[in-house]
């Protein structure tokens, strides 16, 4: 399926529109719309089959009504505490603030600015509440109908208000060639998401002892993810961009680089500066086997010197050996997570698909500057 643009983006009771002349907004309800555009300002009204659009300026085509909000962008699964296993190594990456992109500094800057912001909803919210039981313990009924439908209206007034101050808005227009790279990239993240088992690994260490870990000499810990497209509720878009989840952070896979989000704010990694490890394990698979893993053999939860079963365990039972893939992001400004996929063969064209868009992207900004 290939890539959808839509011309429009809403947010709240605002629609941002895209075209060739430029970046407008409007806002209104059916049948009466009000908005700036790169032709002026407008009201519109339509009823009984009948529109009518009336220009509220003289200003000159050419110009704006409105700055556009953001120019076309070109382009081994046990956790254990036992003494057979070393102290484990956490895989996890920096700041997410020390994440720079030179070429996405405005777009930081107001997506991490924006997140500050205090939304004003849950004031007027309480503010409602706890007049409207004042004013009911007061016996004053007629009042408290009044504040009632006072409050309503403005806390879905605050509501749309805080959508708009808390959003960032962009448009992306593709050249042919990165359009291509892209939807490749959105091909082989379907393929990954079609896997029945995707995990995040956040730390592994050493084992001490393989007889007590099945005779394995690494472990992980590991949560299973479910990678999608999906929203980012502050990032408004006019299209589709996979997320990652890796524990207390999502990568965003846009067009033109990644955009790390995590509670304390929102990094940038550009394709150039990402590097990917894609290697095929051998795993001991301690939990539930994925429907789609390929069991090359076995091995037993507690194993003797020669690979066999340990029988002075009676709780000695059979685990499979499945052929896994690893991918590990990584970066020069702190990227650093890790996940596994439960059927090898994604990795390497991802990995293709991330090198084509650093090769176009960085192309692009060598013949802007």
């Known amino acids: 399926m290939g890539l959808t643009f839509r011309k429009s983006i809403k947010v709240g009771p605002m629609r941002f529109n895209f075209s060739k002349s430029g970046v407008g907004v409007s806002a209104g309800f059916k049948g009466f719309r009000i908005g700036s555009g790169p032709r002026g300002n407008y009201v519109s009204v339509s009823a009984l089959g009948v529109k009518f659009r009336q220009s509220l300026d003289s200003q000159h085509p050419g110009n704006r009504g409105s700055e556009p909000i953001e120019q076309p962008v070109r382009l081994e699964p046990t956790t254990t505490k036992e003494p057979s296993v070393?102290?484990?190594?956490?895989?996890?990456?920096?700041?997410?603030?020390?994440?720079?992109?030179?070429?996405?500094?405005?777009?930081?800057?107001?997506?991490?600015g924006k997140r500050k912001r205090?939304?004003?909803?849950?004031?007027?919210?309480?503010?409602?509440?706890?007049?409207?039981?004042?004013?009911?313990?007061?016996g004053l009924t007629w009042q408290a109908i009044?504040?009632?439908?006072?409050?309503?209206?403005?806390?879905?007034?605050?509501?749309?208000?805080?959508?708009?101050?808390?959003?960032?808005?962009?448009?992306?227009?593709?050249?042919?060639?990165?359009?291509?790279?892209?939807?490749?990239?959105?091909q082989w993240f379907d393929e990954m998401c079609r896997r029945a088992g995707v995990w995040h690994i956040s730390?592994?260490?050493?084992?001490?002892?393989a007889k007590y870990q099945a005779g394995a000499d690494r472990v992980i810990e590991r949560n299973q993810i479910s990678p999608r497209k999906s929203r980012i509720k502050e990032l408004k878009t006019n299209l589709d961009y996979p997320v990652i989840p890796v524990g207390r952070q999502m990568l965003a896979l846009m067009p033109e680089r990644i955009l790390v989000f995590d509670n304390r704010g929102v990094g940038a990694v550009a394709y150039g500066d990402l590097h990917l490890e894609v290697s095929t394990i051998d795993f001991i698979e301690g939990e539930r086997l994925p429907w789609d893993a390929e069991v090359i053999g076995h091995t037993w939860k507690y194993v003797n010197k020669k690979g066999g079963p340990d029988r002075r365990f009676k709780d000695n039972y059979?685990?499979?050996?499945?052929?896994?893939?690893?991918?590990?992001?990584?970066?020069?400004?702190?990227?650093?997570?890790?996940?596994?996929?439960?059927?090898?063969?994604?990795?390497?064209?991802?990995?293709r698909c991330f090198s084509a868009l650093a090769r176009i992207t960085s192309g692009s900004m060598q013949s802007n500057a």
């Open 203 to 209: 730390a592994e260490g050493d084992v001490l002892d």
């Open 318 to 351: 059979e685990i499979p050996i499945a052929r896994y893939e690893t991918i590990y992001f990584k970066s020069s400004s702190g990227l650093n997570e890790m996940i596994q996929i439960s059927m090898p063969g994604v990795g390497e064209p991802l990995s």
């Open 146 to 186: 009044s504040w009632l439908i006072l409050s309503f209206f403005m806390g879905i007034f605050m509501k749309f208000k805080d959508t708009l101050r808390k959003s960032t808005v962009i448009f992306y227009e593709l050249s042919p060639e990165a359009e291509v790279a892209y939807e490749r990239l959105h």
């Open 118 to 138: 205090i939304r004003i909803f849950p004031f007027v919210f309480w503010t409602g509440f706890l007049g409207l039981v004042c004013l009911v313990s007061l």
């Open 86 to 112: 070393e102290q484990m190594r956490e895989i996890e990456s920096g700041d997410v603030l020390e994440m720079g992109d030179s070429s996405a500094a405005d777009l930081l800057a107001e997506l991490n």
